[in-house]
């Protein structure tokens, strides 16, 4: 495990690391988010795996993410990240409860980022509600799975 993930888990937040706070950000090359979600997955890969517990920690750890008005979009990236990981590894990271549970609170919180700028919505069209279209959009290209329902998830183009 990568040392800055150690160190999170050893203090206690896990949540931190999710949400990139508290000094455990990590810089995304790719697009300007708060932390680099690929890479806290991979960092944390073997004790999802192998750790059930952990595991349990961890997605409770992601629907508590998926409930924050500011930073839950996040939540829609470490899924796709997960769906990702499932498909290569052929293990079963993600069951459709949390799907529709994370689904159901990136939903709920859609006001807040409809127009967001801020972060992924800086470079989106719609802003971070967009760039959710975006995602939900690929996670069911790859998996056939609607993290939010197609009929509650306004295009970005209808939003503008």
């Not at 979600?37 to 993410?65: G, K, N």
């Not at 939903?107 to 127009?115: F, I, R």
């Not at 967001?116 to 279209?133: F, K, L, M, P, Y």
Request: contains cysteine; hydrophobic residues 45%; negative net charge.
């Amino acid at each position: 495990m990568k040392t800055y993930a150690k160190r999170a888990i050893d203090q206690g937040e896990l949540s931190a690391l999710l949400e990139g706070s508290n000094g455990f950000g990590i810089t995304n090359p790719y697009a300007p988010m708060p932390t680099d979600t690929t890479e806290v997955i991979q960092a944390l890969l073997p004790e999802i795996i192998e750790d059930l517990d952990f595991r349990l920690c961890f997605l409770e750890s992601l629907t508590q993410l998926a409930n924050d008005a500011e930073l839950g979009w996040l939540a829609i990236y470490y899924l796709l990240d997960l769906f990702e990981l499932e498909g290569k590894m052929n293990v079963d990271l993600v069951d459709s409860q949390l799907v529709l549970e994370i689904g159901n609170q990136i939903a709920s919180n859609k006001k807040q980022w409809v127009g967001n700028c801020s972060w992924v919505g800086e470079i989106t069209r719609g802003g971070i509600w967009g760039a959710i279209g975006s995602i939900n959009d690929l996670i069911y290209k790859k998996r056939g799975i609607w993290v939010i329902a197609a009929n509650d998830l306004e295009r970005s183009s209808d939003v503008l």
